[in-house]
Structures are given as C-alpha cells and as structure tokens.
C-alpha cells in the first residue's frame, strides 16, 4: 500500500477556505503549525523529517487571520492564590510545630521562674471537648497535680485559633478574698469574641475540680471570674500561634508572686510587648 501524501509542505495552508484536509475545528482554532501538524498526524498522514523542517520554517502563522479574545489572566491569578495559601500555611503554626516550639520555649526560661508553673500539653484542651478523650484527659491533669502550682497555663486550639488559658491560685479556697482562684484568657483575635469558649472552659474546670476529689458545685465555678485582657493583637489569620508562645515567655517572666484580681491586669495590656520582640523570639525558636 502506498504511503498517503500531504503534497509539498512548503506550501503555505490554506486555513480559509475549507477543505477536506483541514477539519472545521482546526480553521476556528486560535493555533499554529503544531496544531496543524498534530492534526495531519492523528490522520496518520506521515512525513519526512524534511518536510516537518520545511513546515516548521515556512508555515504560516494563522493567529492573525482568526478573530480571539485577550489572553486570560484567570491561571496566573490562582498560581498567584496558591502561593499565598502556601505561604500563610507555612507561617502558621499547627498543633505539632507548636508543641516543639514550646518545648524549646519551656527548656529555655530560667528554672526559677517556671517553679510556681505548670504548662499542660497543647492538645489536652481539644481532646478533652471529644467524648472519646475527655476521662483520658482528665486522667492525665490529675497525674500533673496541679493544684501545687500557683498558675497553670493551657494552650487552646479551637476553630483553628489559638489562645491562652492560666488558671491563677486554682490551689486556694474558692472563698478566699486574697488569692481569689480566677481564670485569665489571652486572645489575640478580640473581635472573634474570646468568650464564646467560656462554657467549655468552665466544664473543663468543673471536671478538673471533681477529677481531683475536691468539694465543688457548678454554682461555685460559675462564679469563679474569667477575665479576658486587652493583649497585643495578631495582624493577620497565621500569627495566633506565635502571640500564645509570646503570652507564655512574657507573663512567665513578670508574673507577680501572688496574683490578685485588685492588680489587675498587672502588665497585660495593648502594648505588654512589640511585635519586633515577638518575631524575634520565634526566630529564637526556630533556630533551636
């Protein structure tokens, strides 16, 4: 059989009027020599290697004779978004770069300081809202003993944010007017609303409370004050992380010796520490 032919391919192709060489859908596409080489191909019309030289060097190029839009920057906009997410998930900490944060952060500040402290895993808070987890939780917090310590500090992570619990005094009388048992949380998203956590923090304690056999009502935690200071706060949705570790390295280092609710709230303010002094710690961090 002989082999089909194409005629001398030096000749320009006529993509105007339609011919029986060229389909319909080649003459309205927006193409080039390899669009129409493609085609003659999948027909498994052969050519040589010279004619596919001469093609190349003296075919047209039919972009101008066939009417098409401007080119669209629709891909090139969601590489760019892509990248972005990339980067924001990279700046974010999740719950297991956190922890080896806060190793290093813990192993880091001066034993002195961390005596009266007690810090609790980044995760127990979490776990402890999930049935399947909560008694084991309970568990573990029962073997820190944390009712030695004066405060207790409790990374949370919910919805994807993190903040701050400290239980301050949790090891004196619910009574006492001195060293009044109080809860302080440090957000530094305000306007998500701290509080609406409240009621899962207040059954932790209560648990907590009960776990350790102590003579307890719900009324006597309801009443227990949740304060939630003004805080330096994040500039954008990956930084939360890194303002928990700060809260945690700051009010270790200036915590009072005894806390009471008529000096608060002490040193927590909007300008408590400088953004500057903030990533300067995570690089600390970073390079442990």
Known sequence: MGK?????????????SKTPDIPDQILKHRTCWLQVLANLRSRRIKTSRQQ????????????????????????????NEISKRQNRKQNKLDSGK????LDNLWRSLPEDKKSCFMCLDSLWFSL?????????????????????????????????HWSLLIFCNFGESLQSETRTPCILLLDSLEKANPRRIEPDIRKFVLDIYRAENRPVTKEAISRIPLLVPKVPQQRNGEECG?????????????????FN?????????KNWFSLESMELLCKKLNAF
């Open 4 to 16: 089909a032919q194409i005629g001398h391919l030096t000749n320009p192709i006529d993509l105007v």
């Open 52 to 79: 596919l030289k001469d093609f190349e060097l003296n075919a047209p190029c039919f972009l101008d004779t066939i009417p098409c839009r401007k080119r669209s920057t629709r891909t090139v906009k969601c590489k």
């Open 98 to 101: 956190f922890e080896c944060h």
């Open 128 to 160: 402890y809202t999930k049935a399947s987890t909560k008694e084991k939780v309970l568990t573990w917090i029962k073997k820190k003993n944390i009712f030695s310590k004066k405060y207790v500090l409790v990374p949370v992570v919910c919805w994807s």
């Open 242 to 258: 890194k303002f928990v570790l700060c809260y945690i390295n700051m009010f270790v280092e200036s915590a009072p010796e005894n």
């Open 261 to 269: 609710i008529d000096g608060y709230p002490y040193f927590m303010e």
